[in-house]
């Protein structure tokens, strides 16, 4: 049984390819949103939420501090464990072509309980996500108009910022996918641009530089292997945000070929984006010591400057400020459609405002829950502890989904209960593949939770350095406790397909 149609008025019937559609209702839903995105569409929702600019400058500094300039040989061993989930993402978005992929995936291998957990655990990463997208944008913003950030005027900034995301949002993929391109081409070009400039032309520093620490393993106990796990569990936030192109597989037309090939350009232009600019701002800053030590809080823009010289400096901040923008919107849109998928099930509260489609066949009711849950997180950016905690969860949250994602294709198989049977199988390489992607991300998640105070800011109170564990573990008794209480898995179990609600009407 699929979904039921609503009294009232509702939006105009979207259409895509015929195939497109008739999967869909396989799977158990209507065709709702409005398939407008081609294969370069998706990839671009990738590309803005993993974002080379972005993803550089969470990890750039943190990760000179912990392990010096040899960090930079963490982003490929990152981007290599990466590769092994796209592996296993490839072959269920081919198969189960579908928004939501997590929460959706996890219960046609598992079952909804486990789902209802993967999906719990994805949305409170995906708005932890948000909330520091639209935080770590504030010093640039103020930095273009020469203003003195406070704590009161970030979170403000934020709010505007996550506003602005949202609205844009609401007008329907069309516009989103406009702004979008418009944005990560801008980010491209300086990317690359900057990147192979700093690397040939302004490199100051010899090859061997990134081959020593400068002595920041003092952090780690004296230990380089110790120093350069916690690099690599740094590193491990440049890497996500891919999966913001399965959360738009109902607006992708031919979804099951095309967004399997999306994921994989996206992380991998980016990756190589990131990786490209990390070597290239090591070598080009003029003095790597002062960043191991601290007295360099900025060493991208440092490098920068320094090479091309302060006429550079406003243009630069608007690239920035561009690829921060193209992020969120990305992010905020993947999250909101996370959002109406799996409240299309009814085991949310809130279920029935939360997978309303507007007219403009844009989630409304998950774009104004997102756009509620970032105001909400940035009341914790007026502590600057609280708001630390919730930055460290995010990337612990993330690996987690992709951990228990990774899992549960893996029971599945060696159950006997799933073989692929998209146009992706990749037959027993895919079982071995699956496998190593389980033992990486377990790992990986293990070493971004550990508590490390040389990873949470000087004199952080000790349930900042506990922040990723503590969370974590907070998030999943919760989501336990409801699954125990609202029982949302008997919802999903009482039809006699995966989902029998009807859609609200559009306002």
């Known amino acids: 049984m699929i979904e039921n149609q609503p009294p009232g008025p509702a939006p105009a019937p979207v259409t895509g390819d015929a195939d497109d559609d008739a999967r869909l209702r396989e799977l158990g839903y209507e065709q709702r949103l409005s398939r407008r995105l081609g294969v370069f569409g998706s990839v671009a929702m990738g590309f803005a939420t993993i974002s080379p600019v972005v993803g550089l400058y969470a990890v750039a500094v943190v990760g000179t501090v912990v392990a010096g300039p040899m960090w930079v ?164 936030w440049a890497f996500v945000g891919f999966d913001a192109t399965t959360m738009s597989s109902e607006e992708t037309r031919n979804a099951a070929r095309h967004v399997p090939r999306a994921i994989w350009w996206a992380l991998l232009s980016v990756g190589g984006l990131v990786i490209l600019n990390a070597f290239a701002t090591a070598l080009a800053h003029p003095d790597p010591a002062k960043v191991v030590s601290g007295a360099d809080p900025d060493p991208v823009t440092t490098a920068v ?106 029971i599945s198989r060696v159950r006997g209960t799933w073989t692929p049977a998209g146009h992706i199988r990749l037959g027993t390489a895919g079982t071995v593949v699956n496998a190593l992607a389980v033992l990486w991300l377990g790992l990986q998640f293990i070493n971004i939770t550990w508590p490390r105070s040389v990873l949470a800011p000087p004199g952080a109170p000790w349930y900042q350095i506990w922040a990723a564990p503590l969370v974590t573990a907070g998030l999943l008794a919760l989501g336990v406790l409801y699954l125990v209480i609202a029982r949302p898995q008997e919802k999903v179990r009482a039809g006699s397909a995966f989902a029998t609600l009807a859609e609200e009407p559009a306002p």
């Not at 796209?86 to 992929?101: M, N, Q, R």
């Not at 930095?143 to 005027?153: G, K, N, S, V």
């Not at 690239?319 to 992020?327: D, K």
Request: hydrophobic content about 55%.
């Open 73 to 236: 040989w963490t982003l490929p061993v990152c981007l290599a464990g990466q590769c092994l989930l796209l592996t296993v993402y490839s072959e269920l978005a081919s198969e189960f072509p579908i928004s939501g992929g997590p929460y959706q995936w996890t219960r046609r291998l598992i079952g909804p309980s486990y789902a209802w957990l993967t999906g719990w655990v994805s949305l409170c990463g995906y708005l932890a996500a948000n909330t520091t997208i639209a935080y770590l944008s504030t010093p640039w913003f103020l930095a273009l108009f020469e203003i003195r950030p406070t704590a009161h005027l970030q979170v403000a900034v934020a709010a505007v910022f996550i506003l602005g995301c949202s609205l844009v949002n609401a007008l329907g993929i069309d516009v989103l996918r406009r702004v979008l391109n418009a944005g990560i081409a801008a980010e491209a070009v300086a990317s690359v641009g900057i990147g192979l400039a700093l690397l040939l032309v302004f490199r100051t520093q010899p090859w061997s530089l990134l081959t020593g620490t400068l002595g920041a393993e003092a952090g780690s106990g004296g230990s380089v292997p110790a120093a350069m796990l916690a690099a690599l569990a740094v590193g491990g």
């Open 305 to 410: 400057l320094a090479s091309f010289g302060d006429w550079a400096s406003k243009p630069f901040i608007c690239v920035v400020i561009v690829a921060f923008a193209a992020c969120g919107l990305a992010a905020q849109g993947a999250s909101a459609r996370a959002v109406y998928s799996v409240a299309r099930d009814g085991v949310l509260p809130g279920s029935r405002f939360l997978r309303i489609v507007n007219r403009r066949h844009a989630p409304i009711g998950g774009t104004v829950a997102v756009t509620a849950a970032g105001w909400a997180g940035l009341l914790l950016a007026l502590d600057s502890a609280a708001i630390g905690s919730l930055i460290t969860f995010g990337t612990a949250g993330l690996y987690l989904v992709f951990f228990l994602v990774a899992l549960a294709a893996l």
